[in-house]
């Protein structure tokens, strides 16, 4: 099967993100005072062939061993089965 | 004493280390492509800075999987001295070599200028030429040096005595103003200064060279060279 995977790989909470912190600011000059905070993270899309049954699981291999470094970062990600017409 | 330089796609700071190592302390060096796996030969493993592999993804993340770094684990746990430099530091951390992690400058800024560092630990192989509490005047030149590690994990650094330098003024935002720290064995150092970019008064400090003349002294002992 084919699938089409949205990785998301944001900052753990506590991790100060200083380009958040600096786009945060931006918008407050801007006049949007009601911004509370701005936390950049990275998208990341994989197509892939996999059987049904593992793509989660290697997926989140994947997000361990390289997507994301696990001392500063979380991760989630949604699994799209792409139709072929 | 012979050094292996590693060179990725990218470092820029290689021959900086060849030249500290070899010129400036007298010592024999190699350059080794990361595409090498035999690290036998060698006494010293250096992994210099630069922007291996552009950076891609994470500084360090992608040069952590060149087929060399499974033989530098391999030296490190034989308890050969290994030194990160900056890049190199961050490839460290990325290969789980040495623990934390490194975010972007606090301010976004490149930093690139002489910084006081401070001296925390002498009693290692990479610090014995100095006294601990030194001010040494050592170049950064880094974009992600700002060091992060859990609250936990900084409890650990300290109580194993792990934090090696520290910056003499915050710099960065690294967490506890960290700058550079080994492993528990005390054989893999990782620093964001540049020490071999501080080997000769001519350039403006030569506060970088005790470091290297450090792990030589080290390996001259333990191999009773005494020439």
């Known amino acids: 099967m084919t699938y089409d995977v949205t990785v998301y790989v944001t900052w753990?909470?506590?991790v100060l993100d200083p380009q958040g912190t600096a786009v945060t600011e931006s918008l407050h000059k801007l006049g949007y005072g009601e911004v509370e905070s701005v936390?950049?993270?990275r998208m990341l899309q994989l197509r892939l062939e996999a059987a049904p049954e593992e793509v989660e699981s290697k997926v989140t291999e994947m997000c361990e061993k390289l997507l994301a470094n696990p001392v500063i970062e979380d991760y989630r990600f949604e699994v799209e089965?792409?139709?072929s017409t | 004493m012979k050094f292996a330089v590693i060179v990725f796609p990218g470092s820029n700071c290689d021959l900086d280390m060849y030249h500290a190592v070899t010129d400036a302390v007298g010592e024999q060096?190699?350059?080794?492509w990361h595409t090498e796996t035999d690290l036998d030969r060698f006494d010293g493993i250096l992994l210099p800075g630069g922007f291996s592999y552009g950076d891609y993804l994470r500084a360090g993340a992608i040069a952590r999987f060149s087929p060399v770094m499974?033989?530098?684990k391999q030296a490190a746990?034989?308890?050969k001295p290994v030194l990160g430099v900056c890049n190199g530091f961050q490839i460290l951390l990325e290969s789980g070599l040495l623990p934390g992690a490194m975010r972007r400058n606090e301010d976004l800024h490149f930093i690139c200028r002489t910084v006081p560092l401070q001296v925390k630990k002498a009693d290692t192989m990479f610090t014995s030429a100095y006294e601990a509490g030194e001010t040494l005047q050592i170049p950064v030149a880094h974009g992600e040096g700002n060091y992060y590690c859990s609250e936990t994990q900084l409890e650990e650094l300290k109580q194993n005595d792990q934090i090696v330098f520290t910056y003499g003024a915050a710099l960065n935002g690294s967490v506890a103003d960290i700058a550079g720290i080994v492993n528990e064995a005390g054989n893999v150092l990782g620093m964001m200064p540049h020490p071999e970019r501080a080997v000769e008064a001519l350039t403006g400090s030569e506060d970088g060279r005790r470091l290297f003349e450090s792990i030589v002294r080290q390996w001259r002992e333990k191999h009773?060279?005494?020439?």
């Open chain 1, 12 to 14: 753990k909470e506590g």
């Open chain 1, 39 to 41: 936390s950049i993270s």
């Open chain 1, 81 to 83: 089965e792409v139709v």
């Open chain 2, 29 to 32: 060096a190699e350059y080794v």
């Open chain 2, 70 to 72: 499974e033989s530098v």
């Open chain 2, 77 to 79: 746990a034989e308890g």
């Open chain 2, 224 to 227: 009773a060279v005494t020439s």
